[in-house]
Structures are given as C-alpha cells and as structure tokens.
C-alpha cells in the first residue's frame, strides 16, 4: 500500500530535551516536506527536499534540522524544543505536482 | 516571498447549496493552484488542482477558476452534501507542489 508514515504520533516532551520525527514514504517519491498546522495560521513549510542530499529552508526554519540521507526517510530534528513548537507537524511526499501527507504528529513541549 | 490570502474563515451553507472559497496570491510568478481538503483529525488530501496555463478545471460537483491578471482563484462546490463539511486549504507555488505556500483554511458546514 503506497503511504507515508510518521512516527511517533504522538509526543509530550519538555524543553531542551532532543527529539526527532521520523517520515517515511515508499512511492519513490523525490519530494519531501514537513508543514507545522497551527490554528487560524494553516498549514506552513518548515523545510523541504528535492532528493537526497538536497534540502532548503521553508517559510519557518528556524529551530528546526533536517536530513535526507536515504530517498524513503525525512526525518525532522529538533534540537532544543521549546514551548512555541508545540503544534502539529505534517510530512509529506510527492512528485512534480500533487502531494501526500502523513497522518501527523501532535507535539507538546512543556 | 509568496502570501496567499483565503476567505471566509467560516462558511455554512445548506445541503445542495453552493458554496465559494475565495483566494488570493502576492507573486506573480506562481503557477500552480491546489485545493486540499482536511477531514476532523485526518491528514489534507488533494481534492483539484490548476496550473497557470489553465482557466478553469472541473471534476464533478467541483471546480476551480483562475484569474492571473488579479492574482486570485477560487473554489466552487455545487450540490453540497453533508461529507463535503472539512476545513479547506487553497496553496500557491513557483516551482510544483513541493513548495507550497498555503493560505489559512476555510471551515465549510453543510447543514441538513
């Protein structure tokens, strides 16, 4: 079944304590991306793959890392998480034209 | 960089009823207009999407118009039935769908 997975789908975590997402997606897509949802502000490009070893910085980048070292994995690295991250995160993948998202990750850094 | 202004924030229409989503884009070079659909707790999924070379798209009960002179597009639901109700998502990008700005969601009630 062609799909992109998160894992995990749900995190409660405190500040400063390291964590990262894993996306994962087995339609040999080349494109990668990961949105952040937060209310009344839609959904928003964090940071973006075009193939492996090629990223670039979304629309809201900052404090977040990425890595592209295999075509099927994107996995989304937060460093030092604070409070105004708390949101929802959406990976998703594709080609040219249409994407596919993930289920989610609800994040909660206290 | 690109801005993509949606409205209404809210709409709520009765069942069989049209509705319109209405959205507009900041840089002239985007070329490609999707429509993404989220369910309550669901991930968005693509509903139609149009490219700059293109007036108008349907498929069933919607479509999409694209006006490149005033930088705006919109989407048309005829006939709305109570599983059309879900949160609404126009986008804008330069370069294909793997960098897209989104507007802010419409919250669409079909009503009984």
């Known amino acids: 079944e062609a799909q992109v997975t998160q894992n995990p789908r749900y995190l409660i975590t405190v500040t400063g304590k390291k964590l990262t997402v894993t996306c994962s997606q087995n339609m040999n897509h080349e494109y990668m991306s990961w949105y952040r949802q937060d209310p009344g502000l839609g959904l928003r490009q964090i940071y973006y793959?075009?193939?492996?070893?090629?990223?670039d910085k979304g629309d809201v980048p900052e404090g977040y890392k990425v890595s592209r070292k295999e075509k099927r994995n994107f996995p989304l690295i937060l460093e030092s998480p604070s409070p105004n991250q708390t949101s929802l995160y959406f990976c998703?993948?594709?080609?040219?034209?249409?994407?596919?998202f993930g289920p989610g990750t609800r994040l909660t850094v206290t | 960089g690109e801005n993509v202004e949606q409205h209404p924030s809210t709409l709520s229409v009765q069942e069989g009823d049209s509705a319109v989503i209405k959205c507009t884009y900041s840089?002239?070079?985007?070329?490609?207009f999707p429509w993404y659909k989220q369910e309550l707790g669901k991930r968005p999924q693509l509903i139609i999407d149009?490219?700059?070379?293109?007036g108008e798209k349907k498929d069933q009960r919607i479509a999409v118009t694209l006006n490149k002179t005033a930088k705006h597009f919109s989407l048309h639901i005829t006939e709305t039935q109570p599983e059309d109700s879900a949160v609404y998502f126009c986008?804008?990008?330069?370069?294909?769908?793997?960098?897209?700005?989104f507007g802010t969601g419409t919250q669409l009630k079909v009503e009984l």
């Open positions: 149009i490219r700059s070379n293109v």
């Open positions: 986008a804008a990008s330069t370069g294909g769908g793997n960098k897209l700005t």
């Open positions: 998703a993948s594709g080609g040219d034209y249409e994407q596919y």
């Open positions: 840089d002239s070079a985007s070329n490609y």
């Open positions: 793959s075009m193939n492996v070893e090629v990223t």
